[in-house]
């Protein structure tokens, strides 16, 4: 089965940091580009960014671009997302979300979320 | 980045009617369509990929269809479980962009 949980969110203030993670089990990780997506309150969801399988390759949206790093550690099943310089706008529920294969990113998995809320 | 316009942004429905959906883009995403199902504080679930391939486990209820810019999703006799939210979300083109929703709610 298919599992992917998310930890590391909650409150923090206006331009201070935050590291997601994203344990997974049930599939080869290493095989899987990995996406966090985030959804605001009451909002639609948002795609933030991709890495590949072996993570060579990432992708960010402009929102995010410069101030959030992904990264996967293959050995630990296991994703990140570094998010620095946070923004009251950055307050959502993110969520670590499965691409099934190349040149398909769309999310067939995803995890329950992990909630960020940035606040003064 | 590419746009996606979901409409209605709400639509009332009998159980057992029939909803149609509909997803725009500013520009083509050639078939790179999906649609999600959401429900109150649920995760996302895939429906359909491809525009029209029903992702594993989707009940035959459930069809897609267009390409292009002018997509459609159909459920053709709505169950109670089907009362939700639904996005769709191109992967043609970087950044990878959802639509706003279509609310689908009891009439």
């Known amino acids: 089965e298919v599992q992917l949980l998310e930890s590391g969110g909650g409150l923090v203030q206006p331009g201070e940091s935050l590291r997601l993670s994203c344990a997974v089990s049930g599939f080869t990780f290493g095989s899987h580009a990995m996406s966090w997506v985030r959804q605001a309150p009451g909002k639609g969801p948002e795609w933030v960014s991709v890495i590949s399988g072996t993570g060579s390759s990432t992708y960010y949206a402009d929102s995010v671009k410069g101030r959030f790093t992904i990264s996967r550690d293959n050995s630990k099943n296991t994703l990140y997302l570094q998010m620095n310089s946070l923004r009251a706008e950055d307050t959502a529920i993110y969520f670590c979300?499965?691409?099934?294969?190349?040149?398909?990113?769309?999310?067939?998995?995803w995890g329950q979320g992990t909630l960020v809320t940035v606040s003064s | 980045e590419i746009v996606m316009t979901q409409s209605p942004a709400t639509l009332s429905v009998s159980p057992g009617e029939r909803a149609t959906l509909s997803c725009r883009a500013s520009q083509s995403v050639s078939s790179n369509l999906a649609w999600y199902q959401q429900k109150p504080g649920q995760t996302p679930r895939l429906l359909i990929y491809?525009?029209?391939t029903r992702a594993t486990g989707i009940p035959a209820r459930f069809s897609g269809g267009g390409s292009g810019t002018e997509f459609t999703l159909t459920i053709s006799s709505l169950q109670s479980e089907d009362f939700a939210v639904y996005y769709c979300q191109q992967y043609n083109t970087w950044p990878l962009t959802f639509g706003g929703g279509t609310k689908v709610d009891i009439k």
């Open positions: 979300a499965r691409v099934p294969g190349a040149r398909q990113d769309y999310f067939d998995y």
């Open positions: 491809g525009a029209s």
